[in-house]
T-cell receptor
Framework: GNSVTQMEGPVTLSEEAFLTINCTYTATGYPSLFWYVQYPGEGLQLLLKATKADDKGSNKGFEATYRKETTSFHLEKGSVQVSDSAVYFC????????????FGRGTSLIVHP | GAGVSQSPSNKVTEKGKDVELRCDPISGHTALYWYRQSLGQGLEFLIY????????KSGLPSDRFSAERTGGSVSTLTIQRTQQEDSAVYLC???????????FGPGTRLTVT
C-alpha cells in the first residue's frame, strides 16, 4: 500500500536558520504530493503541492520538489521565522489504485528568537 | 467563500452514549473525508465519500463507527456506545476531486468521560 515517511520531530531552530524536513513516499501510480501545516490551535491548511515529477511547489518562502527517482518531497526554507513554528505534514493522494490519502506522522518545528 | 465547517466544536459525553458529528463541506466539492487525530499523533483516515460512489469505509476502527453523506453535501459521523479511547479530534476535509488538495475544517474535539 501507499505510505509516507517523514523525519521525527521536534525540529528546533533559531530564527533565520535553514530548514529541511525530509519526506519520502511509497505509492503505485503517479501520486500528487502535498505539505500541510497546522499552526498551534488551528486546523490543517495546505502549504504547497506538486502534481508531477520535477514540479516544485512553493509558498510563504517554503519549497519542495517532487523527485520521482528518489521518491522524495523534502520541505525547505532558507530562513525560518518564529511564526513558522507549527506541525508539518507530508501527504500524498494517488490516482489509480487506492484513493485513500496518506499522511506522514507530522514533524513539529519550534523556532526560537 | 465559506470553508469547511464542523459542529460541535467540542463535545463531552459519557462512556456508552452515542454522538453525532457534523461536517459541511465546501460547495461543489465532490470528495469528503473524515479523519481522527489523537494527541500528538498523525491523522488516522476513517472514511471518504466521492460523488455518488459507494464510500470507502476501510478506515473505520469498529462497527460502532458509521457515516453518511446526504445529497452529496453534508456528512454526519456517528459513534455508538462511545468508549474512552474514542477521545480525539475528529477532522473533516473536502476536495474538488479525490486526488486534489484537501481543505480541512476546524475539527470536533470529542472527550469521553
Amino acid at each position: 500500500g501507499n505510505s509516507v515517511t517523514q523525519m521525527e520531530g521536534p525540529v528546533t531552530l533559531s530564527e533565520e536558520a535553514f530548514l529541511t524536513i525530509n519526506c519520502t513516499y511509497t505509492a503505485t501510480g503517479y501520486p500528487s504530493l502535498f505539505w500541510y501545516v497546522q499552526y498551534p490551535g488551528e486546523g490543517l491548511q495546505l502549504l504547497l503541492k506538486a502534481t508531477k515529477a520535477d514540479d516544485k511547489g512553493s509558498n510563504k518562502g517554503f519549497e519542495a520538489t517532487y523527485r520521482k527517482e528518489t521518491t522524495s518531497f523534502h520541505l525547505e526554507k532558507g530562513s525560518v521565522q518564529v511564526s513558522d513554528s507549527a506541525v508539518y505534514f507530508c501527504a500524498l493522494s494517488a490516482s489509480g489504485g487506492s484513493y485513500i490519502p496518506t499522511f506522514g506522522r507530522g514533524t513539529s518545528l519550534i523556532v526560537h528568537p | 467563500g465559506a470553508g469547511v465547517s464542523q459542529s460541535p466544536s467540542n463535545k463531552v459525553t459519557e462512556k456508552g452514549k452515542d454522538v453525532e458529528l457534523r461536517c459541511d463541506p465546501i460547495s461543489g466539492h465532490t470528495a469528503l473525508y473524515w479523519y481522527r487525530q489523537s494527541l500528538g499523533q498523525g491523522l488516522e483516515f476513517l472514511i471518504y465519500f466521492q460523488g455518488n460512489s459507494a464510500p470507502d469505509k476501510s478506515g473505520l476502527p469498529s462497527d460502532r463507527f458509521s457515516a453518511e453523506r446526504t445529497g452529496g453535501s453534508v456528512s454526519t459521523l456517528t459513534i455508538q456506545r462511545t468508549q474512552q479511547e474514542d477521545s480525539a479530534v475528529y477532522l473533516c476535509a473536502s476536495s474538488l476531486e479525490l486526488w486534489y488538495e484537501q481543505y480541512f475544517g476546524p475539527g470536533t474535539r470529542l472527550t469521553v468521560t
